[in-house]
């Protein structure tokens, strides 16, 4: 019987947000859930550690021959279910699934617009817009393997959230509607894996995990995950590619991905 919970997005759409809402919910903390603690309670499939020894770097082949393996071992973390952040999309490679179905209880799949996906994805990787655009659009796109990751698979925008919401047992919430709508669309979250959110509790973890208190965690004390090419927790707003796109840029987002964007009302 599946344990796996995949807390599974597309890079810069919500997880890390909704990685941290959860802690501060289930484990009810005094202050605010350290954001630099949140694997105490929650999985990243793609650490090194989970596949290899330190200063080793597998194959796409070698990865794929111990994922099966490595998603037993994570059932065994916690008694109950157990959450795994994962940008993976929910396909196969070299014949095995990059999310083991046999391990898996749900998914929570967090999508954004695609648009402000691009300028949050460039800020956080240090690239130009145009090249993370390209980069959303092409069904190969995929991270490499570091001594501190192994590879992951998103491929284009379109087909990593098609992936997921097409898969059994999954629960797809817009970044849009935990934004405009929190304590609805977060106890929708809670609901989903099993209860009623208790209103006062649910509050206080939304307030825990705000944009604002997870930005004065970083500031104060740094984001392992981050990067060094600027703050992980950037602005945390909906709809800045109005101001911050140009026409063909957006253009050529809608173009390559209007099917999903109308299904989720991006478009119109």
Not at 146 to 166: D, P, R, Y
């Amino acid at each position: 019987m599946g344990k796996i919970v995949w807390l599974a997005s597309y890079p810069k759409s919500g997880n890390t947000w909704v990685r941290a809402f959860l802690h501060n919910y289930i484990l009810q903390p005094a202050q605010p859930q350290n954001i630099n603690a949140l694997t105490d309670f929650s999985a990243v499939e793609c650490a090194a550690a989970f596949f290899h020894q330190p200063g080793e770097v597998l194959t796409t082949a070698e990865t794929q021959r111990k994922r099966p393996a490595v998603h037993a071992q994570l059932t065994q973390l916690h008694e109950d279910l157990v959450f795994v952040k994962t940008h993976n999309a929910n396909v196969a490679v070299h014949d095995i699934p990059l999310c083991t179905p046999e391990f898996t209880a749900g998914a929570v799949y967090m999508i954004r617009d695609p648009r402000d996906v691009a300028l949050s994805y460039a800020a956080f990787a240090g690239k130009k817009v145009d090249d993370i655009i390209t980069f959303m659009g092409n069904p190969r796109a995929a991270n490499r393997a570091t001594e501190k990751q192994v590879f992951e698979l998103l491929s284009s925008w379109s087909n990593h959230a098609a992936s997921w919401i097409g898969a059994p047992k999954t629960l797809v919430v817009r970044y849009e509607d935990l934004v405009t709508e929190p304590e609805k669309y977060f106890g929708k979250i809670v609901h989903y894996l099993g209860g009623d959110a208790e209103p006062e509790r649910l509050k206080r973890a939304i307030e825990f995990s705000s944009f604002d208190t997870l930005s004065a965690q970083e500031r104060a004390h740094g984001y392992r995950a981050g990067t060094a090419a600027g703050a992980f927790f950037r602005a945390g707003k909906t709809g800045q590619w109005r101001d911050a796109l140009s026409l063909p840029q957006r253009l050529k987002l809608e173009t390559d991905h209007a099917g999903i964007m109308r299904k989720f009302g991006y478009l119109a």
